[in-house]
């Protein structure tokens, strides 16, 4: 194998190493969001049954209106 497909093979393994860390840090990062997101859920039910409980009505806040996405 001469020099420059040599170097070619590297220059592409270098890029597929990093397209798997990226999706490794894009998996990390959905898991990431599913996990807030249960916990938003799960805040919202609680806060839910605290103004069933109460009779009072829920605090209006940002969490009413669901997740921002930028």
């Keep these: 194998m001469d020099a420059s497909?040599?170097?070619l093979e590297?220059?592409?393994r270098d890029e597929v190493?990093?397209?798997e860390a990226a999706e490794r840090e894009i998996r990390a990062l959905a898991n990431t969001i599913m996990q807030l997101t249960t916990r938003v859920e799960r805040l919202h039910i609680a806060r839910q049954e605290?103004?069933?409980v109460t009779g009072r009505p829920e605090p209006a806040d940002?969490?009413?209106h669901?997740?921002?996405l930028v």
């Design 50 to 52: 605290v103004a069933r």
């Design 17 to 19: 190493g990093a397209l």
């Design 62 to 64: 940002a969490l009413q």
């Design 5 to 7: 497909a040599k170097s």
């Design 66 to 68: 669901g997740p921002v």
């Design 10 to 12: 590297d220059a592409y």
